[in-house]
């Protein structure tokens, strides 16, 4: 009978979704970029939103990639283009890859917003591309309302360089059983009122356990997002040095890797960050299983997140067993349902 509660309970704990559309993980592009055709591709939009109330609800602007205004009602143009040199289909010849899209908010307080503007160089499943575009990270089905617990896409994307796979790239000595999806990069935030010159480090490791063709996946991997250096007149002696945040190259590598800074550091870290870590950290670790029948696929995975150390460790289920009326408890950390 514990043996059932434990299963049941553990089941209970992973999101399955039902849908006739691939599940999409890791930083996969949504469907309309990953055309392999030659050339350049317009597009134009007109639209518009009326709501009872002068503010636009919460999910017609979610994953939405803060396109869509706060108040209501408003008007939309969009006109965006999309370029691809050389051939995709070749795994050995460097292919070109640009994008820009631009939206036009039409209200009492118009603006103009750039959600995308890149230029990307792809050979195999590698890829470096420099600018800002729409990006999906994590393991997560697309569907999903809520979207992706690590990468918000409710907001405009950000300006950055990044460097590494495109989809899932397989081991060769591995015979294509094991595949690797990773990407490091360096961005930079938008300058706001209370924050200026702010940086961005991510990067992320995932790992596949089967072939493409296999009816079952496994997947596995992290997601690591830290804000660090800048700039804010709010921020007081014992958190800055006159206000500026550790921004070197110090600051970079304790940013990479959060390591225990010494008291005595150097690089501009004040005492708030030997007692902590340099940069503000999060992330994720994600895990999933993948079921792909005839028709349909199942995703049943699991989004953790982390904002320190210990939610790095990876205890997903914990089972205690308590001596009183001959019940047993079962533990697990909480778990978020969409």
């Known amino acids: 009978m514990q043996l059932y509660r434990l299963l049941g309970y553990s089941l209970g704990c992973l999101l399955c979704f039902l849908c006739h559309f691939p599940a999409y993980s890791q930083f996969n592009r949504p469907v309309y970029d990953t055309t392999v055709t030659r050339g350049i591709r317009y597009k134009a939009e007109l639209g518009g939103l009326v709501s009872t109330s002068s503010r636009t609800p ?32 070749q795994n050995r010849k460097p292919y070109l890859k640009a994008g820009v899209e631009a939206v036009g908010n039409l209200n009492r307080s118009s603006r103009l917003i750039l959600p ?16 800002r575009r729409k990006e999906i990270n994590g393991i997560t089905d697309t569907l ?40 490091i990069s360096h961005g930079w935030f938008t300058n706001t009122d209370s924050m200026q010159n702010v940086y961005l480090h991510a990067k992320a490791l995932f790992v596949r356990i089967g072939k493409p063709t296999w009816k079952v996946r496994f997947y596995g991997g992290m997601n690591h997002f830290v804000q660090w250096g800048g700039y ?28 225990k800074i010494e008291e005595k550091g150097g690089s501009g870290f004040t005492a708030f960050d030997t007692a902590n870590r340099s940069g503000n950290h ?17 995703l049943f ?19 205690e067993h308590t001596e009183y009326v001959g019940k047993t408890a079962l533990q697990s950390p909480y ?4």
Do not use: C
Not at 116 to 131: Q, W
Not at 235 to 251: C, E, I, K, T
Not at 282 to 298: K, M, Q, Y
């Open 58 to 89: 919460f999910w017609l602007r979610s994953n939405q990639f803060g396109t869509v205004p706060f108040e209501s009602p408003s008007a939309l143009i969009t006109l965006g283009a999309t370029g691809l040199w050389g051939d995709a289909t």
């Open 116 to 131: 995308e503007a890149y230029a990307a160089v792809r050979l195999g499943h590698a890829e470096l591309y420099v600018g």
């Open 144 to 183: 999903l309302t809520s979207g992706s617990y690590a990468w918000s896409g409710n907001a405009v994307p950000i300006t950055q360089v990044r460097i590494g796979t495109k989809d899932y790239a397989p081991l060769k000595f591995t015979k294509g059983v094991i595949s690797l999806n990773a990407f």
């Open 232 to 259: 804010s007149r709010y921020l007081n002696n014992s958190l800055s040095n006159n206000g500026y945040l550790p921004s070197g190259w110090g600051a970079y590598k304790r940013a990479f890797w959060p390591s």
């Open 282 to 298: 999060l992330g994720s670790v994600d895990i999933a299983l993948e079921l792909s029948l005839r028709r349909t696929n199942f």
């Open 301 to 319: 995975y699991i989004q953790r997140p982390w904002e320190d150390m210990s939610g790095v460790v990876l205890v997903i289920y914990q089972m």
């Open 335 to 338: 778990v978020v349902f969409d």
